[in-house]
């Protein structure tokens, strides 16, 4: 099996580990059944690689993933402990949580780059690294910390629970106007998706207090399996391993980016959707088959009915579309047919909900709704200018820059989409100096890595080498998800606008525009020791992801 694939198995079951092996609203998250489970099926892994003489390859891969978790089921356990013994001692508890979290980065460095090349086998590691960080996280975080419109999971509560809880409980449609209820005039596949996963979950007799912890396993799928399409992206656009190492790393440890692994909205499925709308586009031109244009249509027609805006990189594939017919005209009529299918699933299946919704309640297609000028997250209408370049005073402290309650500088639309990858929303970034000064380095880091990302973005699209219908795929779908994401934050002046969530596929894709930047190293001896370099700063940032993320998580405990 390919090592991309692999991942992709990988991932499933680390979401049915956790949801069924872990125990997330208790004190101690691993039960001692539990982890001797884990522990048996780990062992006969290595038995069945031992008894079908797997290569040696094999077995360093198999004993590099096994150490990855055994450290994370280590530190889940150890953290838990010291919750429970020191929770009164904030000092105690940040010490050990930074301590532990620096270990957890030690031992991605040991297991993970052993060795002066960098093969397939490095990709899986760091994405595999990525995956259980993601686990730590889901398994030690709250289901109502660092949530967007969340609301309660009850009967007549609004926000993306209380949504959740209508299809878990009903298993029907919302009857009235879905304006009625908080968040409920989302497209609603992921929420359905949700309430059957509760529902599957009590017939294991998983119910009652704390099963909406349970909807973070779903998520940690979703965001596992957009790291691995991710992945395939780059091998479609022919980056070079180091290239992939640096840009998924950089990306499997982006703070919201492993916050996504546990919110419970819509925006984690419409984003892994919308990225396997684009893998399958690629993998579409180059096999333009029925079978792999219904797959765009699945794909981008779920991603509407998970979410209305996953309709924005749909500008980008008609364009790769209608270039593969300009470069095959003798065969029109067999691309009419493959488009009539494409229409035909994935309209239905993106716009139903949408249409229903207008003919019964006339709520128009595009609704959001608006929060006004009297609510704290307002912010103004700025000019263009000040939008985004209106750095005054910004960069003093970073209270300053983070403080979404001050309008005076909260408008910064660039300042702000750093913010939120750093953080997520909120002023938990207060609570103390230890979070500060970590948030400040990791603020800064970002901001860096993410400024060099857009840059080698535009330096891969103009590369020479690269195929020109994957520059129209990548360059218009930051173009357009961009440009719309500017748009809404001028139309509605708020915070929560210009939140990251509506703006992580081009955030991803200018992380794969660096990596492709340095996938010709073996042509170039500056570009092949700079390419070390990232690496190595990768490295830097995952220490201090994942050391901000425990802080944050202890600071709450505690």
Same mark, same amino acid.
Request: hydrophobic share 50%; proline share 3%.
């Given at each position: #099996?390919?090592?991309e694939?692999s991942?992709?198995?990988?991932?499933?079951?680390?979401?049915?580990?956790?949801?069924?092996?872990?125990?997330?609203?208790?004190?101690y998250?691993i039960?001692f059944?539990?982890?001797i489970?884990?522990?048996?099926g780990?062992?006969?892994?290595?038995?069945y690689?031992?008894v079908k003489?797997?290569?040696?390859d094999?077995?360093k #891969?198999l004993?590099?993933?096994?150490?990855?978790?055994?450290a994370? /089921?280590g530190?889940?356990q150890v953290v838990c402990?010291f919750?429970?013994n020191?929770?009164?001692?904030t000092?105690?508890l940040f010490k050990?949580s930074?301590i532990?979290?620096?270990?957890l980065a030690y031992?991605?460095?040991?297991?993970v780059f052993?060795g002066s090349?960098?093969?397939?086998?490095?990709?899986f590691?760091?994405?595999? !690294?990525?995956?259980c960080?993601r686990v730590?996280y889901v398994v /030690?975080?709250?289901?109502?910390l660092y949530?967007?419109?969340?609301?309660?999971?009850?009967?007549?509560?609004g926000?993306?629970?209380g949504y959740i809880y209508?299809?878990y409980?009903?298993?029907?449609?919302?009857?009235g106007?879905?304006?009625?209820f908080?968040?409920?005039?989302?497209?609603?596949?992921?929420h359905?998706l949700?309430?059957?996963?509760l529902k599957?979950n009590?017939l294991?007799?998983k119910s009652g207090?704390g099963? $909406?912890e349970?909807?973070?396993s779903?998520t940690?799928?979703?965001?596992g399996?957009t790291?691995?399409? /991710?992945?395939k992206?780059?091998?479609?656009?022919?980056?070079?391993?180091r290239g992939?190492?640096i840009?998924l790393g950089m990306i499997?440890f982006?703070?919201?980016?492993i916050?996504?692994?546990g919110a419970?909205n819509?925006?984690?499925?419409?984003?892994l959707l $919308?990225v396997m709308?684009?893998?399958?586009?690629l993998k579409?031109y180059?096999?333009?088959?029925t079978?792999n244009?219904?797959?765009?249509?699945?794909s *981008?027609?779920?991603?509407m009915?998970?979410k209305?805006s996953?309709?924005?990189?749909?500008?980008?594939?008609?364009?790769?579309?209608?270039?593969?017919v300009?470069k095959s005209k003798g065969e029109?009529?067999?691309?009419?047919?493959q488009f009539?299918s494409?229409a035909?699933?994935?309209?239905?299946?993106?716009?139903?909900?949408?249409?229903?919704?207008?003919i019964?309640f006339g709520?128009?297609l595009?609704?959001?709704?608006?929060?006004?000028t009297?609510v704290?997250q307002?912010?103004?209408?700025?000019g263009?200018?000040?939008r985004?370049f209106?750095l005054e005073?910004?960069?003093t402290s970073?209270?300053?820059?983070?403080d979404?309650k001050?309008?005076?500088?909260?408008?910064?639309i660039?300042?702000?989409?750093?913010?939120?990858l750093t953080?997520?929303e909120g002023n938990?970034?207060? !609570?103390?100096?230890i *979070?500060?000064?970590?948030g400040t380095?990791t603020?800064?880091?970002?901001?860096g890595?993410? !400024?060099l990302a857009?840059?080698?973005l535009?330096?891969?699209?103009?590369?020479?080498?690269v195929?020109?219908?994957?520059r129209i795929?990548?360059?218009?779908?930051?173009?357009?998800?961009t440009?719309?994401y500017?748009k809404f934050?001028?139309d509605?002046?708020?915070?929560?606008t #210009?939140?990251?969530r509506?703006?992580m *596929?081009p955030?991803?894709?200018c992380f794969l525009?660096l990596?492709?930047f340095f996938?010709?190293?073996e042509e170039?001896e500056?570009l092949?020791?700079?390419?070390?370099?990232?690496?190595g700063a #990768?490295l830097v940032y995952a220490?201090l992801s994942?050391?901000?993320?425990?802080?944050?998580?202890?600071?709450f405990?505690?």
């Amino acid at each position: #099996m390919k090592r991309e694939n692999s991942f992709l198995m990988a991932v499933p079951a680390a979401a049915l580990i956790v949801n069924f092996l872990f125990l997330q609203d208790a004190a101690y998250r691993i039960p001692f059944l539990s982890l001797i489970l884990l522990l048996a099926g780990a062992f006969a892994i290595g038995v069945y690689a031992e008894v079908k003489k797997a290569s040696w390859d094999t077995k360093k #891969m198999l004993m590099k993933s096994g150490g990855l978790v055994l450290a994370t /089921l280590g530190l889940i356990q150890v953290v838990c402990v010291f919750r429970q013994n020191f929770m009164n001692n904030t000092s105690v508890l940040f010490k050990w949580s930074c301590i532990l979290a620096m270990v957890l980065a030690y031992i991605i460095l040991l297991f993970v780059f052993t060795g002066s090349e960098v093969t397939e086998d490095t990709v899986f590691l760091v994405l595999f !690294a990525g995956l259980c960080i993601r686990v730590v996280y889901v398994v /030690l975080m709250q289901v109502h910390l660092y949530q967007n419109d969340a609301g309660t999971l009850a009967p007549n509560y609004g926000g993306h629970l209380g949504y959740i809880y209508h299809f878990y409980s009903k298993g029907t449609l919302p009857v009235g106007d879905p304006r009625w209820f908080d968040q409920f005039y989302h497209p609603p596949l992921h929420h359905m998706l949700a309430g059957a996963w509760l529902k599957l979950n009590k017939l294991f007799g998983k119910s009652g207090g704390g099963i $909406d912890e349970l909807l973070q396993s779903l998520t940690l799928f979703y965001s596992g399996c957009t790291l691995g399409f /991710l992945n395939k992206i780059g091998i479609k656009l022919k980056m070079s391993c180091r290239g992939r190492c640096i840009a998924l790393g950089m990306i499997s440890f982006l703070p919201f980016s492993i916050m996504l692994s546990g919110a419970i909205n819509n925006d984690g499925l419409m984003i892994l959707l $919308d990225v396997m709308a684009i893998y399958f586009t690629l993998k579409w031109y180059e096999e333009p088959t029925t079978k792999n244009i219904l797959f765009i249509a699945l794909s *981008i027609g779920c991603a509407m009915m998970t979410k209305i805006s996953g309709v924005l990189i749909a500008p980008a594939i008609a364009a790769v579309m209608l270039h593969k017919v300009w470069k095959s005209k003798g065969e029109l009529k067999k691309y009419i047919l493959q488009f009539l299918s494409f229409a035909a699933v994935s309209f239905p299946l993106g716009l139903w909900y949408p249409v229903r919704n207008l003919i019964k309640f006339g709520v128009p297609l595009t609704y959001v709704p608006k929060l006004g000028t009297d609510v704290a997250q307002y912010i103004g209408r700025y000019g263009i200018f000040q939008r985004l370049f209106g750095l005054e005073g910004q960069f003093t402290s970073l209270n300053i820059i983070l403080d979404n309650k001050r309008p005076d500088v909260s408008y910064n639309i660039p300042i702000s989409i750093v913010k939120f990858l750093t953080f997520g929303e909120g002023n938990h970034y207060k !609570a103390n100096k230890i *979070i500060q000064n970590l948030g400040t380095w990791t603020f800064y880091f970002t901001m860096g890595f993410l !400024a060099l990302a857009f840059i080698g973005l535009l330096i891969w699209l103009f590369k020479r080498g690269v195929d020109f219908h994957a520059r129209i795929l990548l360059g218009l779908s930051v173009l357009v998800i961009t440009l719309s994401y500017f748009k809404f934050c001028f139309d509605y002046p708020h915070v929560c606008t #210009m939140h990251v969530r509506y703006i992580m *596929i081009p955030v991803y894709f200018c992380f794969l525009g660096l990596g492709g930047f340095f996938s010709e190293t073996e042509e170039n001896e500056v570009l092949e020791k700079t390419g070390k370099g990232f690496m190595g700063a #990768m490295l830097v940032y995952a220490v201090l992801s994942v050391l901000l993320l425990f802080a944050m998580e202890a600071g709450f405990a505690a």
